[in-house]
């Protein structure tokens, strides 16, 4: 099939079979959470995965067929992916008529011999290279493939391994770059819909790509092993309820501060006993 032929059945895909599980979830985590204002340039971070390629393509129609009061630049990073790898990045960019801009760094080399899991550290490299790179391209924003799925299974790590609850947020202001922010598009998105859109279109996309798990061959990083069994878990509970996957990710929206125990706000730990 020509790439021109392909680009367009990819589109009509999104606005047409899977406009209401993905293409109205995404306008919808726009207008919820005001992640696009007028004038915005947005790095829309492109890692070769099903999630920030779909994303890429949805930035795509919002700008050629809606709003049009932002700029999207489709930004890639290479950290030392395998020729292979990179290839296909490339091959499906051209393909899904995505016009990137790439650069490169030496991540996953770096973090090669960063004791048993350097995952931890390759994601903040990462995030702090796509930051300095997309504020040199005049952007004040970048945009993250993370979705629902996603943030349902954090809050549930955070809980269970990190005794803490709190949850991937929407978007946030950046510590480390002045003026930059973060947005997740896809916060209300399924995965299960991601990977329907990904199969109807015939696509193949890269799966885990760094070096770190190409070297352990069938090994998993812990924190890669945690998300697998929260994953799974979830999907155990979803099936007894279906309506538990949703109230995990409406406890983070309904905290009752006069019900815990103790909480931070700012740094700053806030204790029931302190007004009791």
Same mark, same amino acid.
């Given at each position: 099939?020509?790439?021109?032929?392909?680009?367009?059945?990819?589109?009509?895909?999104?606005? !047409?079979?899977? #406009?209401?599980?993905?293409?109205? !979830?995404?306008? $919808?985590?726009?207008?919820?959470?005001?992640?696009?204002?007028?004038?915005?340039?947005?790095?829309?971070?492109?890692?070769?995965? $099903?999630?920030?390629?779909?994303?890429?393509?949805?930035?795509?129609?919002?700008?050629?067929?809606?709003?049009?009061?932002?700029?999207?630049?489709?930004?890639?990073?290479?950290?030392?992916?395998?020729?292979?790898?990179?290839?296909?990045?490339?091959?499906?960019?051209?393909?899904?008529?995505?016009?990137?801009?790439?650069?490169?760094?030496?991540?996953?080399?770096?973090?090669?011999?960063?004791?048993?899991?350097?995952?931890?550290?390759?994601?903040?490299? #990462?995030?702090?290279?796509?930051?300095?790179?997309?504020?040199?391209?005049?952007?004040?924003?970048?945009?993250?493939?993370?979705?629902?799925?996603?943030?349902?299974?954090?809050?549930?790590?955070?809980?269970?391994?990190?005794?803490?609850?709190?949850?991937?947020?929407?978007?946030?202001?950046?510590?480390?770059?002045?003026?930059?922010?973060?947005?997740?598009?896809?916060?209300?998105?399924?995965?299960?819909?991601?990977?329907?859109?990904?199969?109807?279109?015939?696509?193949?996309?890269?799966?885990?790509?760094?070096?770190?798990?190409?070297?352990?061959?069938?090994?998993?990083?812990?924190?890669?092993?945690? #998300?697998?069994?929260?994953?799974?878990?979830?999907?155990?509970?979803?099936?007894?309820?279906?309506?538990?996957?949703?109230?995990?990710?409406?406890?983070?929206?309904?905290?009752?501060?006069?019900?815990?125990?103790?909480? $931070?706000?700012?740094?700053?730990?806030?204790?029931?006993?302190?007004?009791?």
């Amino acid at each position: 099939m020509p790439e021109q032929t392909k680009s367009r059945d990819v589109e009509r895909s999104i606005v !047409k079979k899977f #406009r209401k599980e993905i293409w109205c !979830k995404f306008t $919808k985590a726009i207008n919820e959470y005001d992640l696009i204002q007028d004038g915005d340039r947005i790095a829309v971070c492109i890692s070769g995965g $099903k999630d920030s390629m779909l994303m890429a393509k949805l930035f795509q129609e919002l700008y050629r067929h809606g709003v049009q009061n932002f700029e999207p630049v489709f930004l890639v990073m290479n950290p030392g992916y395998n020729d292979v790898n990179y290839q296909l990045i490339l091959d499906n960019s051209k393909m899904l008529d995505v016009p990137i801009k790439v650069f490169e760094s030496d991540i996953f080399e770096s973090v090669a011999d960063v004791g048993d899991n350097p995952c931890y550290l390759c994601a903040r490299m #990462r995030r702090g290279h796509l930051y300095s790179n997309a504020k040199e391209l005049g952007c004040n924003k970048i945009a993250l493939g993370h979705h629902f799925d996603d943030v349902i299974e954090t809050i549930l790590m955070g809980m269970m391994w990190g005794g803490q609850i709190q949850t991937m947020m929407p978007k946030l202001h950046s510590t480390n770059f002045e003026g930059m922010e973060l947005i997740r598009p896809l916060y209300l998105i399924r995965e299960d819909a991601i990977i329907r859109w990904r199969d109807y279109n015939d696509l193949r996309f890269l799966q885990c790509a760094c070096r770190f798990t190409e070297n352990l061959a069938n090994e998993e990083s812990e924190v890669t092993s945690k #998300r697998k069994e929260i994953k799974e878990l979830i999907k155990q509970l979803s099936q007894e309820d279906p309506i538990i996957e949703k109230n995990i990710f409406r406890s983070v929206e309904n905290v009752n501060l006069s019900t815990v125990i103790a909480y $931070k706000q700012d740094g700053v730990r806030h204790h029931f006993l302190d007004e009791y």
